[in-house]
């Protein structure tokens, strides 16, 4: 499609769109909640959002591309289930709850319902978006405070709250469930700050970013301080560098959908992954023993991957997933599911590095937060997770949101990257 096509279907940034606004509004101020009291419910609220958005949506605004790279991937992943070890046995998928439970179905439910609420998002009028954009600023603002405050004193918050719904909690329980908390934080931090700061909140910009590594710290989350580091190394990096340090930024997003498994059996054979697991606390060498295991077995099917899901067959040595989304990818998906998740990933970076000519600020928290997602999902959570993929989207609509309510909005969002 060409560029003039693109610019006539641009939503007009001064139209009223009050219903996608309030939709976006709820949104927001659902977050705090859900991300102190119940993270897994992110994923029906980005459907509910969705579903809200889809009667007033016209015809479709964001940009074809990226939505065309995740279909082609939930496709793959779907046929992958004919040679998957995971695959349900032929005739159990009876009932709703049984087909629900399909990861192949879930994914495109995700990518119609998350894609309509990321094109909601670009059809924000700029009044619409700002007041939204309020709301992030300060809804981050109050899960940190309450996140990190309940983090200081045990987690008795949300034990008292718990057992206050009749569903009690041990006090080490409370903690790993409030400790989830921080990994919205350190994606979200980034769109949050920024909206703050355009509101001349500095203050509130510095109790956030202390919110944010006290509860980080106090709930162990190592990798949710790792994430914010390398997102302020890019945020300055674009920043500063503009659209070089975009460049920069797709490079270092697609070398480890690249190089993941080969990088850490090179690594095994020059002997500098028994040096590592010398060196690190027991979480991490657990980590270690499922990375070696992972890059090991993806040279069994290194092109189609062994199906997906299939990460769940494998026992003890891979308990669940395998922390690792480049490594998840090449072991389930082979070399086909990593090429199609690294191309959608270096297409936001790429989005960012064009948004940087223009509004290097923007481009800088886009980046930032995006650099966030992909170092927590290197590290932590399972590709497939439907809460965890909802936080990539909420983080797109956040910064969409952003964007649009900057004066400096113009025409290269639509044609880039939501994103941008």
């Known amino acids: 499609m060409s560029e003039p096509t693109f610019r006539q279907n641009l939503p007009d940034s001064g139209k009223a769109t009050p219903w996608l606004g309030g939709v976006m509004i709820l949104l927001f101020v659902m977050t705090p909640v859900l991300g102190y009291f119940a993270q897994l419910g992110f994923a029906p609220l980005l459907a509910l959002v969705g579903l809200l958005a889809l009667p007033v949506m016209g015809r479709p605004r964001a940009p074809v591309a990226p939505a065309l790279i995740l279909l082609l991937l939930a496709l793959w992943g779907a046929w992958s289930m004919t ?8 005739g159990s998928l009876k009932a709703y709850d049984d087909i629900e439970k399909l990861t192949a179905a879930k994914l495109l439910l995700q990518l119609a319902l998350y894609g309509a609420a990321v094109a ?29 405050g309940d983090a200081l004193i045990g987690a008795k918050i949300f034990q008292k709250l718990r057992e206050l719904t009749g569903d009690p909690v041990r006090p080490d ?4 469930k409030i400790g989830i ?20 909140k500095h203050p509130a910009v510095v109790l956030l970013l ?12 190592d990798s949710c301080l790792v994430a914010l580091g390398v997102g302020l190394l890019v945020w300055a990096l674009i920043k500063f560098g503009g659209k070089a340090g975009g460049g920069v930024l797709t490079l270092a997003v697609a070398v480890p959908f690249v190089v993941a498994p080969i990088a850490v059996l090179a690594a095994i054979q020059t002997g500098f992954w028994a040096w590592l697991h010398g060196l690190v606390p027991p979480s991490w060498d657990a980590r270690l023993n ?27 040595a891979i308990p669940l997933h395998t922390h690792n989304a480049q490594l998840q990818l090449w072991l389930e998906l082979g070399a086909v599911g990593a090429a199609l998740a690294g191309a959608f990933f270096c297409w936001l970076a790429y989005g960012v590095t064009r948004t940087a000519e223009t509004d290097r ?32 989207a909420l983080a797109i609509v956040a910064c969409v949101a952003l964007r649009r309510s900057s004066s400096e909005y113009g025409d290269e969002l639509v044609e880039i990257s939501p994103l941008g």
Request: proline share 5%; net charge positive; hydrophobic share 60%.
């Open 173 to 176: 329980i409370a903690k790993v």
């Open 361 to 392: 600020g923007s481009a800088a928290t886009a980046g930032a937060a995006l650099t966030s997602y992909l170092v927590i999902g290197a590290l932590s959570f399972g590709v497939w997770q439907e809460w965890w993929i909802a936080i990539g």
């Open 120 to 148: 909601a998002a670009l059809r924000l009028s700029t009044r619409a978006a700002d007041r939204a954009s309020t709301f992030i600023g300060f809804g981050v603002l109050a899960l940190a405070i309450l996140v990190g």
């Open 181 to 200: 908390g921080c990994y919205v934080l350190a994606v979200l931090f980034w769109p949050a700050a920024a909206a703050l700061a355009r509101r001349g």
């Open 210 to 221: 202390a919110g944010v590594i006290a509860a980080s710290v106090l709930a162990s989350a």
């Open 290 to 316: 499922i990375w070696a295991f992972a890059a090991d077995h993806v040279q069994t099917h290194p092109f189609r991957g062994w199906g997906l899901d299939a990460s769940r067959t494998f026992g003890d």
């Open 83 to 90: 040679w998957s070890p995971a695959a349900p046995p032929p």
